[in-house]
């Protein structure tokens, strides 16, 4: 089992109602002995559930494996949830590295000492008790709105309607009939038979 320390201690806090602690860490933390070494921080979340400050202080930490830094992420959320927070200090630049690649420190702050995280949540708390709340805007009577309308466009009077012009009518067409053209019959000449002619006969001979 690779050998890994957890150490928590009280900060003196000058707001009663934020509970600060500090957990030093040594070693590596890893899948040896990270599931042991996490039940110290749940009990201290269930010890104080509401307004748990814990500075974690990474000086002596060599590694921590992806196991633990989901760990980070869950004591995060619970404390964060119960009004509470978490701060790490002086994280070898390794264990930044690590934390940057996951986005855990676009969520939890990192100082370079303790004096320095105590300060900065202490002052934050500070100014968060001291700032008053916002005074509601004075209602403001409704401003007019004007609104420009159009005149209206004059008509022009329109003539009285004429009658529509009747349209031409066709000339009439005469119905009288027109006899037809005489149908030329061909004539046929009729032709007398020719009469016939009348055979003369030689004169006959005289008997001797």
């Not at 010890?47 to 989901?70: A, H, R």
């Not at 805007?137 to 209206?152: D, N, Q, R």
């Not at 004059?154 to 009518?169: D, K």
Request: no cysteine; aromatic share 4%; proline share 13%.
């Amino acid at each position: 089992m690779t050998e890994a320390n957890i150490l928590i201690e009280d900060i003196a806090s000058t707001d009663a109602s934020k509970t600060l602690k500090r957990v030093s860490i040594s070693g590596q933390l890893d899948e040896s002995n990270v599931d042991e070494k996490s039940q110290a921080i749940y009990q201290l979340i269930t010890q104080v559930p509401k307004g748990l400050y814990l500075i974690f202080d990474f000086e002596k930490l060599e590694y921590m494996n992806s196991k633990s830094i989901g760990y980070m992420t869950d004591w995060y959320g619970k404390i964060s949830g119960t009004g509470g927070q978490i701060v790490i200090v002086k994280a070898k630049p390794n264990i930044v590295d690590i934390l940057q690649v996951i986005g855990l420190t676009q969520l939890i702050p990192m100082y370079g000492s303790i004096d320095e995280a105590k300060f900065a949540i202490l002052n934050a708390a500070a100014q968060s008790a001291q700032t008053p709340a916002p005074a509601p805007a004075p209602a403001l009577a409704p401003t007019p709105v004007l609104v420009t309308v159009p005149a209206p466009t004059p008509v022009a009077s329109q003539a009285p309607a004429q009658s529509p012009t009747p349209a031409p009518q066709p000339a009439p067409v005469s119905t009288s009939t027109i006899p037809p053209a005489s149908a030329q019959v061909p004539t046929i000449s009729t032709i007398s038979p020719a009469t016939p002619t009348t055979q003369i006969q030689p004169p006959s001979a005289p008997q001797p």
